[in-house]
Structure formats: C-alpha cells, structure tokens
C-alpha cells in the first residue's frame, strides 16, 4: 500500500501517477536499535507523523549520510556467485567522516554503481550493514533510466550549469515523468533512511542536486529531525533557475533542510535570490551567519568549499614511487614544460577550449614548440549527459589538427589519455607537470587543483634527490567559473571563452621565475592542507548542531500538502485562540478594551473591495452597542478613508495613520495625538523618495497628512531591497534633525513623526479607562503586520506600569501561523469574523447596567 504522503507528493509532482511495476514483497532492513524494537510505526502506511519527543533508544550522536551513491566499489565474485565489495577511498563522502568525532557513528545510504538481482538485495543489504555500515537504496532498472540519466543528468546538470534547453538539440525539453521518477526515486531513498533513523538522536546529510526533494519526505515524518543538504555542483541564477517548471516545489523542499550549504558566496547568492524572487522570503546575516527565516524556522546558509584528504593523497604518491611511476613519466616527458588537465568527459569541462588555447600559445610563442606539452586526461563520463558523442568528436578532431601542424617526430604537443587511469597514475602525472589548467566553462568544486599542488609540494621528511621530496613549487590557470577559483588567490585566473587570453595565461605559468611559482604555492598549500576535507565536515557539523539548536524550544507542526509542506517552529505558548476562552472571559468580565486593526484582520489583504460587508459593520455595531465595551479600529489607513468606510459605526472609536489622529466612540471629531504638528520635514523627504521611485520602476510614493510611505511592492524584489536600504540611510541623514523617525517594513520605508504608533495607541486607551472608570479587565488585540506587534508589546509594558491589571484577561492576538508578540493566532480573516461573531452574540444576552467609558483627555 503507498502512503498518504507519498501519494500527496506524487499528486503534486503529476496529478495522476504511472505504476512502475509491481515487485515482490522483500523483508525490510530492521532499525538499527541497541534493545529489541519493532519499526511498524514507521511504516509507510500509517499516515500520521511521527512525534520526536519520544526517548531516543541511542546514548549517543550519530550521523547518516545520503547520497546517490554509496562509498563502495563493487564487483561480481570469480565464481559469479555474489558479490565483492570495498571502500572507495576516492569518495568524499568516505573521506569526511574523518571530520566527525571518534565518537560518532557513521552510516551511509545510498545506491550502488552496480544492479543487483532482486532475489539477492536481502542478503546484500545485510552484509552492507554489518560490515560497511551502508544502508543500499534499490532502484528498479526503468525507475533509474528516468531519474538519473534523463532527469537528473539530462534536466538539472545542463540546467544549473547554465544550459537551456532551447531546442531539441540543445538538451531535453521537461518532460513530467521524469520529473514523477525524480520524486519516486526520492522517496526510496527515504524510505531506507526511516528504516535506520533514531530522529532525536541521528543527524542526516543529504549530499547534492540527485535527492533535492528528499528533505521533504524526512521532513514530513519528524518535525524535528537535524538535517543538512549540501549541494555540490553550481546553484544557478534565478535568471536561469526560474525556466524550471518545478522550480518551487524544489526550493521549498530544499528549505524543509534546516543548513544548506555551497561552495561558494555566488552560488549561495543564486538560491538566496531565487528564495526571495519566487517565494518571497529575505535572508538575515547575524554575527557572520546567513539565515533564512522560514515558518518560525532559521534554515541556515553555509558556504565552504569542500577539501581534499591529505593523507590519502600521500599514501597514493608513496604508492606511485614504490611502482615507479614517477620516474618513468619524468624519463617519458623529458625536457618538456608539461601542462596538465584532468576532466570528466562533460560538455561543461571546457576541454577542447584549452587544446585550441594551447594551439593559440604555440601559434604566438614558437618557442615553446617542440618543448610544451598538454597531457589531456579524460575520465569516463559518469552518465549519459547531452551532447558526449559531438563533444568527444571535437576534442579527437581538435588534437589531431593541432598534433598534424605542431608535432614531429618523438613530439606530440597534445597527447590525450582517453581510458580509465588508476589513482597512482594520475597522483604521478600531478607530480611531474608545471602547470594544471583547468577551463570549465561551469563547474561545481573540482578538486584538481588542490590534489595537484599537495603532490608537488612532496611528502615531509623525504629524501631531497627522492621523486617524493616535490618541487615545492606550482602553476595553476583556473577559470573563473569554478568553485575553487575564489580559494586560489594565486592561481592565474581566466576567462576560457576567450581562447587568447587564456594562451597567454599559460605561456606566463609556463614562463614565471621560480621564487615567485614558490610563494604561489606556498600560499596555496597553506589554504588547502588547513581546510581538508576535515575541516569542511567538522564546520558543516558545527554550523548544523548550532542552527538546531532551538528545535526543542519550540512546538513544531507540520502544515501543507505535498511540496507545499513545511514545518511551523513557535513559541510554545503561542497557541491558538479558543472561541470558547474567550467568550467565557468576555462574559465574566465588565470592562472591556477590544483593538481591532483593520487590512489583514477584519478585511483581507488582498481583496479587490476594500470595504466591509454589512455583516462586519453589523457585527461592530453590536460590540460597540454594549456600554460595557470600548472598541477601537486602530489602521495606517488615512482617517478619511477610516471615516467613509465606518460610517455607520457612530459608537466606534478610530485610531488612523498609526495612532496620529484618534476620534473617540459618539463624536464626530478627529483629535491630533502626534507630538509635532509641523510637517516642512516633508518638503525634504519628498525629492529623496522621487529620486529613488523614478530609478525603481515598479515603486510608488503614498502621502499621508502625517507621514510617507514609499512602496516597493511591484518593483523587482531584489533592486527594490537594495533601494530600500539604501533610501533608508539617506533619509536617516537627511531627516537627522528632524523629530520623525524613519522605518523600513514589508515592502515598505516609512517617514513618520516620532512617538506615533500603534502601541502608543492602545497605551493611550488602556490609560484613559484606568483614569476614568478603572481598569479594563478584557483586552482583545487582533492585528496581522509588523505595527501591530507594537500593540502586543506594550500590554506587558501596560501591567508592569500598573495600568493594567495582572489579572487583566489579555488575548493578543495575529493573523496566520507566524512568528509573533501575541500568544495567540487566528487563521485568517474569516475565523477573526467568527470569534467576534461569537462576541456579538454573548453581548446581545442581557448586559450589564454599567455605562461606558469615555476616554477622551
């Protein structure tokens, strides 16, 4: 049977999802539990989420990693009877475990690079945990072809390497079933990590672009679950980004992680202004770290390129020297200035720009004709990418051109090594060349150059005339859209598109004195043998353990359907409102203060009327009809508007603009309660927010009779913001003696007179009844924005200062789940109508003799 929540997310993904074929029923891997337990509660089946407050059966941390693939190299046994497997050691996600703690627990999930029958995945899965630890993610062969090959490497990879699919030729068009794979193949993965999970205990790191959704799916099951998501290959531009026909559902699967990280401040940048453009959410930076703040939730935002192992990379160089190899390729290459590349076989790597840059640096420096060699290595591809076949087509094309005009006999300018190396002769190539180039034209991390410059830089202790004592010395020309670039401050950068300046580069690295190519290396060796992979995985944790920090401090609940699904983090005494609560206190009580805002509250924000309905004036008039009551309207709307709108609410108190002008319950006039009358600051303020509207398209300038407001709503969202804080410091300078106070909001700056609020406001009523008839022992304050905290904030500053009683009934209350003052929330507008229509109907029962209170000065 498929769960409730996978069939919500594939409902969202498709609408109507295709079966995959029926497989047998297999025994599920059991939980990894230290007492005897059963997982059935975990089961797919069941619908509900699973509380994390239950006591975690482990003493201690544990860290599961996810990934595509598994840190293993598998192969068929002699006999063909099962299988042999063993660790990677050129896998990072092996290598990181280094950073953690000894004592801390590590377990992988993943896939195999190899398919496994399905009448042997049992006794595979067990062997993978008991002696690896690796928890194996089973894809059926026609679930995988979809997900990987065609919607991760054909759909994602071109993409967020900067590739469109313009036409047919240029990469796949979407295609909805791959997009349906994607989301099925994710939740295999999740169903393997739940198997295993102990989710007050375990922290998850989901490793790159391959399982974007799964945070949604470990999500939805434990509120509280710690969990990271590091993307590992470029993160686009929204300009690029937002074509993706999913591009939402994966942000908002991405944020359900609680710490994101890239390699760089750029791509970072990219998801950043992705989040604000499509989901309208703002990044806050706090003493160095950069937060989203997502449903009450701090998402994290971490940016550290990922090292290499060092010791891994001495212990294969000391491999080479014992197997020779070393001294064979400097007898091989003699005499020559080897420059190196080592890329994957990818359309992206920018390979046969580097060989018609070699062309262009013989063409223009003959001196290095005959002496300057580019050694081309070419890994195998790791999928079926667009465009292998023309790509590999044109670098064969390429260097045949350039070996037919540059070479001669025993010399070959461009020598190309196109079959699989074993990591002993790539570390010996690293060791005998003078330079790495490296001109992707869009790459994530690529690591080449940190393994080159560890290998020339030798093993410490080595004999000086030994192949492993090292140079010491390194040349890099690095393109600059590679994630590495910003690390290597020493390296030549280039732009590779522009073949000419990137000849020159290598004719200088080729060319440049020794003292000079030492401290380059220098400074490049301290970086890299500093921040290890290590380093970056003890960082990541650290930054992880400090975001999570406050999970347990706040009552957490899911909300929403499919990729709309996230988590709300509050306060724990931040509940909602009870009707039943508040009418019992609205009965027992005589003396009632009720402070309604107005757009947001008892109006909807965004509807097109902006005038009430007769069953919100009917329901105002009833409240205001008991003399026991004193209900205000407190808005930023103008008090012309306020007095148009609550015509026929004669008993109705209005506080318009903030709280600048106030008209009490039966009177007709407006009373001025700003501290200033005198408004020349705005002959000021007006030629600083024109020059700003007329270079923000989309901004306009509202002038209220007591304040500005320059509106940004409909101008990019990004510019705007920038606009926004920029105005606000000018304005700040100019207006610097002026008695106004300069505010930014949503969407919004705002020039004001000081001391005028909405928490002035209430201040102001909840005195006034104090002074005339005693205190209010009701008080309901309903608001949905950022002025009305100002009302929630003052009613404990109003108890401390004796103006209310503490035995005053408070129900502060906001609009929408969402971080606030109040302690309480309502839905929306139609539940703030209720409530009060449940007030109506308990003041329509025979009322109290006592008159009203008039709180005029």
Known sequence: MMSRSYTNLLDLASGNFPVMGRERERKRLPRVMTVPGSVAELDDDQGSSVCSDNPSSLASDRMIIVANKLPLKARRKVDNKGWSFSWDEDSLLFRLKDGLTEDMEVLYVGSLSVEVNPMEQDDVSQVLLERFKCVPTFIPPNLLEKFYDRFCKRQLWPLFHYMLPLSADRGSRFDRTTWEAYVAANKLFSQKVIEVLNPEDDFVWIHDYHLMVLPTFLRRRFNRLRMGFFLHCPFPSSEIYRT?????????????????????????????????????????????????????????????????????????MMRADKESIIKELKQKFEGKAVLLGVDDMDVFKGINLKLLAMEQMLKQHSVWQGRAVLVQILNPARGKGIDLEQTQAEIQETCKRINEKFGKPGYEPIVVIDKPLSISERIAYFSIAECVVVTAVRDGMNLTPYEYIVCRQGISGAETCSDLSGPKKSMLVVSEFIGCSPSLSGAIRVNPWNVEATAEAMNEAISMGEPEAQLRHEKHYRYISTHDVAYWARSFLQDMERTCIDHFKKRCWGIGLGFGFRVVALDPNFRKLSIDDIVSAYIKNKRRAILLDYDGTVMPQNSIIKTPSGEVISILNRLCGDPNNTVFIVSGRGRDSLSDIFSSCRKLGIAAEHGYFMRQPNNEQWEVCGQSTEFGWMEMAKPVMKLYTEATDGSSIETKESALVWQYKDADPVFGFSQAKEMLDHLESVLANEPVAVKSGQFIVEVKPQGVSKGVVAEKIFTSMAEKGGQADFVLCIGDDRSDEDMFEIIDSAIKANILSSNTSVFACTVGQKPSKAKYYLDDTNEVLLMLENLAEATDSPASSEAEYDISP
Not at 282 to 298: A, D, H, N, P, V
């Open 244 to 316: 993706l026909p999913v591009r939402e559902e994966i942000l908002k699967a991405l944020l359900n992680s609680d710490i994101i990280g890239f390699h760089t401040f750029d791509y970072a940048r990219h998801f950043l202004s992705c989040c604000s453009r499509m989901l309208g959410l703002e990044y806050q930076s706090k003493r160095g770290y950069i937060g989203l703040e997502y449903f009450g939730r701090t998402v994290g935002i971490k940016i550290m390129p990922v090292g290499i192992h060092m010791g891994q990379i001495e212990s294969v």
